[in-house]
């Protein structure tokens, strides 16, 4: 059974810092991982997908990279800025059916950006 | 475009009622899933529906349904509310685009089971 965790579960840093959002899953068999942007009481932003093939996807200031081999993604935030305060998930699409709505998510890490 | 539509937006509702909540997936996407997030559970995958049949269920009690329209449109019933239906309940669609499948969510129905 696939099983995500995402380190550190809330992280509060001075705008402008660069930071780490990690994501680690048990069973490296996947088809896709993606990163997620939720805030309060809203829906999920989808913000990178990386293909099982792939090593890394960037947009804008976003940076994610994974090691399916080792189980772990990371989500590197550049400048970091208040309106990136949010929740940050971690999902992964697991390998072998047929089924591509059928995520398996991290708790979260909830970042805050303060002026 | 439009982006995913979830209505209501908002539910309460007593222990013991149903609830049915509509998802409406963007034009032209067939895939339609639903999650429920809880704080203490997190996002938990309840099902998803392609093409008006159910592909994928998740690790839920009888009590959820769901369906699919030919339209695409979906809904999920919920009966005999329990307390701990209490969530956020989130519909995504979804297009396959080459090998990429990327899911697209609404905004979600919070239902208050009381």
């Known amino acids: 059974k696939q099983e995500v965790t995402q380190i550190p579960a809330a992280l509060s840093v001075p705008e402008g810092e660069n930071l780490v959002l990690n994501c680690s899953f048990t069973?490296?068999?996947?088809?896709?991982l993606q990163w997620f942007r939720q805030d309060p009481g809203k829906g999920l932003t989808s913000l990178l997908l990386?293909?099982?093939?792939?090593r890394e996807q960037t947009s804008g200031r976003l940076n994610a990279s994974l090691d399916k081999s080792s189980g772990r993604s990371t989500l590197y935030i550049a400048a970091s800025q208040p309106g990136d305060s949010a929740t940050y998930l971690c999902?992964?699409?697991?390998?072998?059916?047929?089924?591509?709505?059928?995520?398996?998510f991290g708790q979260g890490t909830i970042l805050t950006v303060h002026p | 475009k439009a982006g995913v539509t979830q209505t209501p937006r908002y539910l309460i509702k007593t222990r013991g009622q149903q609830v049915t909540l509509s998802c409406s997936p963007i034009?032209?996407?067939?895939?339609v899933s639903w999650y429920q997030q809880t704080p203490g559970q997190g996002l938990q995958f309840l099902f998803e529906?392609?093409?008006?049949?159910?592909?994928n269920k998740g690790n839920f009690p009888g009590r959820f349904s769901g369906r699919q329209f030919s339209n695409s449109r979906s809904e999920m019933n919920v009966s005999t509310l329990e307390l701990g239906d209490s969530a956020l309940y989130l519909c995504?669609?979804?297009?396959?685009?080459?090998?990429?499948?990327?899911?697209?969510f609404g905004s979600g129905t919070q239902l208050s089971v009381l």
């Open positions: 999902a992964v699409l697991n390998a072998g059916g047929t089924s591509y709505g059928k995520l398996t």
């Open positions: 069973d490296s068999a996947i088809y896709n």
């Open positions: 995504a669609s979804s297009l396959r685009q080459g090998v990429e499948e990327k899911l697209f």
């Open positions: 529906y392609f093409s008006e049949t159910q592909r």
């Open positions: 990386i293909q099982s093939s792939q």
């Open positions: 034009s032209g996407h067939r895939s």
